[in-house]
């Protein structure tokens, strides 16, 4: 079955702690992307990276951290430093960064305690 | 001013209802638009995407991109209480993806 895994579903984290989250996709896609969603508020852009081992800064890139060592795998990583962590975070990716869609993880919920 | 503006309703509308959902953009550099469902708590679906003004049509969704005014427009013919979510719209420009706010939709039986 071919797709794009999140995991965790749900992840809680104590304040100044860093935290990384998953994606996998099996789908042979070149570009990958992560957004965060809040309420209200759409999806904002993160990071994107268009082949292995590149990335570039999206909207909202402080705070957060991300590589791109396999073509399957754009884990982002949530540092300390990010101030207002608590937040919907998804994960797309496409075959090409031009005139195609994007498909969607499931989701990672990441809350602050 | 953000590149890609969609009102956030909440929009509630009778079963059977046409449904009108748009997005306005500013920048011509947008070249290809993707309407996306999402359900609470879950991950954005694809419903259609086109690269080209004027309309593309699908079962009960009807995609509407009209380049010389910057608007794009989903329109849900008989609408179901399935089809309650929200709807956001996402456009292409270079590598990036950008998406509009997203608007809830609300169909009551």
């Known amino acids: 079955d071919g797709g794009i895994t999140q995991s965790p579903k749900y992840l809680f984290r104590k304040e100044g702690q860093n935290v990384t989250l998953s994606c996998e996709q099996n789908?042979?896609?070149?570009?990958m992307y992560w957004y965060r969603q809040d309420p209200g508020q759409g999806l904002r852009l993160i990071y994107y990276s268009q082949i292995v081992n590149d990335f570039q800064k999206g909207d909202i890139a402080e705070g957060y951290s991300v590589s791109r060592e396999k073509k399957e795998s754009f884990p982002l990583t949530v540092t300390s430093a990010q101030k207002n962590p608590t937040a919907f975070y998804l994960c797309?990716?496409?075959?090409?960064?031009?005139?195609?869609?994007?498909?969607f993880g499931q989701g990672t919920r990441l809350t602050v305690v | 001013q953000k590149e890609v503006e969609q009102d956030p309703g909440p929009l509630s509308v009778p079963e059977g209802a046409i449904v009108s959902l748009n997005c306005t953009y500013s920048?011509?550099?947008?070249?290809?638009f993707m309407w996306y469902r999402q359900y609470s708590r879950k991950g954005p679906e694809l419903l259609m995407y086109?690269?080209?003004?004027g309309n593309k049509e699908d079962g009960r969704f009807t995609a509407q991109v009209d380049k010389s005014s910057k608007y794009i427009s989903l329109f849900i013919r008989d609408s179901q209480p399935s089809d309650s979510a929200t709807y956001l719209c996402?456009?292409?420009?270079?590598?990036?993806?950008?998406f509009g706010q997203g608007t809830e939709l609300s169909v009551k039986p």
């Open positions: 086109t690269y080209s003004s």
């Open positions: 996402a456009m292409r420009k270079g590598g990036k993806l950008i």
């Open positions: 797309a990716s496409s075959s090409q960064t031009a005139n195609t869609e994007a498909f």
């Open positions: 789908l042979n896609h070149d570009a």
């Open positions: 920048n011509s550099a947008f070249q290809y």
